[in-house]
């Protein structure tokens, strides 16, 4: 009989030490990005190269992303700040680097110092959209699984203020806050990947900082082309919108298109469509289109579009560049 309680009771220590330390249990902690983590590019053309117009899009250039850091790819969200691109991980890492001519200068890591869980896993950590001030410094990143946004410093070294807003904890989990975008005005906008329906998906409108409680909240509904799914936002300069959407197909191929919203259809409660301005497609684009970023040169809208290899290392990471016609 003591035997037996023994071994129930080791039984229980076990089980236990696999609930509260994951790695026991075969959840290794997601490798982390090193400080230098040695980017290079690669030019990239689909076959037959590029055709002269995607829709409303002119392609200036596409590059496949290479680096020996375990931690590289992955890529859900692209940003850009003081010259730099900033592309996040779905494990809580960024890259950031200068482009100088076709080349990555200046690579850098960064890890997100704190996040939702305890940062075992992807599901601790799966940051799905970033959004970057260029005034004050600060970085907003939403957490998927969890639904909450986190206001980091401009380094990424330090967690401001967090929140997980009421009106976003009946978003699916692994479908949730997958975009989110700050407008010209200094509201912000999260769109759910999936869900209330097949025809809509969950939206909500900020009138400030989601991370401060003095910010109000208003849910509304954005309806993306049929079977496709929101996955980043940008702002474009006249403050309308660019939604990117993108679709998987079996056995393995994806397709993205990009709609543009105007800024006046944001309201609360309202039912949100937009023109679709371009479609990412096999033979050009059949992988993962996960974040979009908008910039200027020369009075020109630049718009920047990554990848996501889902971490598989036979998939490469693509970054290309448009210019909006």
């Known amino acids: 009989m003591k035997a037996s309680r023994r071994a129930v009771r080791w039984a229980l220590s076990v089980a236990a030490i696999l609930l509260v330390v994951p790695r026991y249990a075969g959840n290794e902690r997601l490798p982390l990005i090193d400080d230098a ?9 689909p076959p037959g190269g590029w055709p002269a117009r995607i829709g409303q899009l002119v392609p200036i250039a596409g590059y496949t992303l290479h680096s020996h850091d375990p931690a590289f790819g992955g890529f859900s969200a692209i940003g850009w700040r003081g010259g730099r691109a900033y592309l996040m991980s779905d494990g809580g890492n960024l890259v950031s680097f200068a482009l100088l001519g076709d080349a990555a200068v200046d690579a850098r890591g960064h890890v997100l110092p704190d996040g939702p869980g305890v940062g075992w896993d992807r599901a601790d950590r799966d940051s799905e959209s970033l959004a970057l ?20 410093s401009h380094d990424f070294r330090r967690v401001d203020r967090r929140s997980a807003p009421p009106v976003m904890r009946k978003w699916v ?5 997958e975009a989110l975008v700050r407008l010209r005005n200094g509201r912000f906008v999260a769109f759910a990947e999936r869900k209330p329906s097949r025809q809509e998906r969950f939206a909500v409108l900020f009138s400030g900082d989601p991370t401060d409680p003095k910010t109000t909240a208003a849910p509304f509904r954005f309806i993306p082309p049929d079977r496709y799914d929101p996955s980043d936002a940008a702002v474009l300069p006249d403050g309308d919108l660019l939604i990117l959407t993108r679709r998987f197909r079996y056995p393995f191929s994806f ?9 006046a259809a944001l ?3 309202a039912k949100v469509t937009g023109e679709v301005i371009a479609t990412l497609a096999s033979p050009v684009m059949a992988e993962n289109c996960e974040g979009i970023a908008v910039t200027q040169e020369g009075g020109a809208t630049m718009i920047w579009i990554v ?3 889902d971490g598989m290392a036979v998939r490469p990471s693509y970054l290309m560049k448009f210019r909006l016609d």
């Open 307 to 309: 990848t996501d290899n």
């Open 255 to 263: 397709s993205a298109k990009l709609v543009r919203v105007a800024s």
């Open 173 to 177: 989990r692994n479908q949730g806050a």
């Open 133 to 152: 001030d260029t005034a004050s410094d600060a970085a907003w990143v939403g957490y998927e699984n969890q639904n909450e946004i986190w206001r980091y």
């Open 37 to 45: 983590p040695g980017v290079t590019l690669t030019r990239y053309a």
């Open 267 to 269: 309201k609360p409660r």
